[in-house]
């Protein structure tokens, strides 16, 4: 496996995890402290333009000149692994990373524009980053401290059905840089397994789309919705209670739009939506409201987790 | 015979010289399996095609700008994951689409999100675009009220530092996407579709 730090990190926000779920950066913090892992979070950074990109919006050089700034920042305040709470985060910078290293023409292009404008000090040099050793999604970091979770284990989950979805920017895009399988992807279902669980492994539709699609979701709902609900049928058919995903496109899709797919399916689906560091930090202990964040949640996490068991020592 | 002479590869050349294009000549290598069409959601529930959007490319047909059929794929990059001989139809798809904005096709479909342009200038962050929160509002039971709640909500969660980078990030944000040209394509669009109405 790629050698995977646990200091000098930069977490990296992310737009969707900020103003949708904002629990998943409050349970990463926690996860990560329990966990001892060096990490900082920046005002500086900002969005890496994914879903204006992923809308055609945003053209590559657009997208590749806001990662070299953000780049920069990371190296400056002393923390190059950037490391991303989003697929999507996670997927963009890595590849600005390869381009930059890689096309001399795009990193001259980018960095004469700089010098032209006053902005001299965000040029970047080639191999300022290396897209293998300094990009990371916070899955990784997990999967590299994960023989360390179970220490800090309090509530036992294990009486739950749960599945994984592991999200297309993370394992389809730099496959060969995602841990735990691509076609057959399992790096979630062994940190679940970290926790004392076990969950339902492979399914129908493991490893397609959430199906929100950018910007199918918002221009095409139709086809968005119908490949959403292969998912959500295949996981009603295994009575799955908990879904436990790593990415903010595919938290909303599912989380936001269940109620709406049910409807149009005419089932009622009824399995509850976690981001993984959500599920290690509630079984950390993490409170509902300060750590999890369960407000934001449109699906009621207590409809499923009524209460919570502590784990026998 | 067509050669790789013939001016039709002129087409793939000029995706495979594209700076998103991460596969190098992997266009050039697609033996037409069928690999892609099989595992892509927007094939399975739509007339999206990926193994034929490949074949029309290295047929030069430079019709597929045109063709709606385009704007249907997920960018879940499934069949980029699972070529066999290297090339992913999920970047040149993408790359078709901006060879198609550059000609002046599908300003229609980038005029919804322009939100996204909007929402980077004024705060640097990528959020939601308005024009979808009357949808959003309709479809998901309480997001507007929770949305309304998300200042309480951070509080509690103790977050720091605030949604809102300091103003002195936002301007070389915007200053970054004034000199690469973005600002400009933005408003040629907009001129465009307002101009119609």
Known sequence: ????????????????????????????KFVFDKLGIDYAISEKQTCCTG???????????????????????????????LVMMCATCYAINKKSVKLLNKKDDLREHINKLFDDNGLSHLKYEKDDLKPTENIFHVVDILYGKKDEIKDHIKYDLSGYTIATHHGCHYCKVHYEDTIGGVRDPNILD?????????????????????GTGFRQRYSNPELSFTATADKMNAIADEDVDI?????????????RYQHLIGEREGRNFRAIHLNIAQFIALAMGGDFDKVIGVKAHTVPIDSVIKELKEVEQ | ?????????????????DVKNSKEEGVLKCVQCGMCTSTCPAARHSDYNPRDIIERVLEGDITILEDDCIWNCFYCYTCHSVCPVGNSVCEVNQILKQF????????????EYMGFADSYFT?????????????????????????????????????????????????????????????????????AQEGEK
């Open chain 2, 100 to 111: 198609a904005i550059k000609n002046g096709i599908g300003y229609e479909k980038l005029y």
């Open chain 1, 243 to 255: 879904m436990v995903h790593l990415c903010p496109n595919c938290h909303i899709q599912f989380d």
């Open chain 1, 51 to 81: 879903l204006g990109h992923y809308s055609d919006v945003f053209d590559q050089i657009d997208t590749t000149a806001i990662g070299a700034r953000n780049f920069r920042i990371a190296r400056e305040i002393g923390r190059p692994n």
């Open chain 1, 190 to 210: 062994e940190l679940i397994e970290e926790c004392g669980c076990k969950t339902i492994g492979w399914y129908d539709h493991k490893r397609a789309t959430c």
């Open chain 2, 123 to 191: 705060a640097a962050i990528g959020a939601i675009p308005e024009i979808f929160f009357a949808d959003i509002d309709r479809d998901v039971p309480g997001w507007w009220d929770f949305r309304q709640h998300l200042d309480e909500i951070r509080n509690e969660l103790e977050l720091d530092p605030p949604l809102m980078p300091p103003k002195d990030v936002i301007d070389e944000v915007s200053t970054i996407l004034t000199i690469t040209g973005f600002k400009k394509k933005i408003e040629n669009i907009r001129e």
């Open chain 1, 1 to 28: 496996m790629k050698s995977v730090p646990d200091k000098d990190i930069l977490l990296f926000r992310s737009c969707l995890v900020s103003v949708e779920y904002p629990g998943v950066e409050a349970s990463t």
């Open chain 2, 1 to 17: 015979m067509q050669k790789i002479t013939d001016s039709p590869i002129d087409f793939a050349e000029d995706i495979i010289h």
